[in-house]
């Protein structure tokens, strides 16, 4: 079993710049396809980014291509989602998830996930 611990958040500009983390814990997250989904108030948890077990391959929502990026640090069994040019749309609890499962699609869902962090909070000022 893994545990998520998302940090990072915090209040930034239009336009800006911020990077989440999310560290692993119990597990490595080589063992998992780890995802970014985000919530905002009166919104339903959204997929943001994810990226494989295998580091190779990750995927994006169309609102955030071309401006966030997930990477993977091994070494330090985290995962980063960065997220420039954030808009005030962007503004929201961002949760770090991870799945067992093989697949890896494009959009996955909130309820495939097995394990969850308790998330960290972007706000976005305009």
């Known amino acids: 079993q893994v545990q998520l611990v998302e940090s990072g958040g915090g209040l930034v500009q239009a336009g800006g710049s911020l990077r989440l983390s999310c560290a692993a814990s119990?597990?490595?997250?080589?063992?998992?396809?780890i995802h970014w989904f985000r919530q905002a108030p009166g919104a339903e948890r959204e997929f943001v980014a994810a990226?494989?077990?295998?580091?190779?391959?990750?995927n994006y929502a169309d609102s955030v291509k071309g401006r966030f990026t997930i990477s993977r640090d091994s070494t330090k069994n985290t995962v980063y989602l960065q997220l420039n040019t954030l808009k005030p749309e962007d503004a929201a609890v961002y949760y770090c998830?991870?799945?067992?499962?093989?697949?890896?699609?494009?959009?996955?869902?909130?309820?495939?996930?097995?394990?969850w962090g308790e998330g960290t909070l972007v706000i976005v000022s305009s």
């Open positions: 998830a991870a799945d067992t499962r093989v697949s890896f699609p494009p959009s996955p869902r909130a309820s495939a996930m097995d394990y």
């Open positions: 990226i494989s077990r295998g580091g190779m391959r990750t």
């Open positions: 119990g597990r490595t997250v080589s063992s998992y396809n």
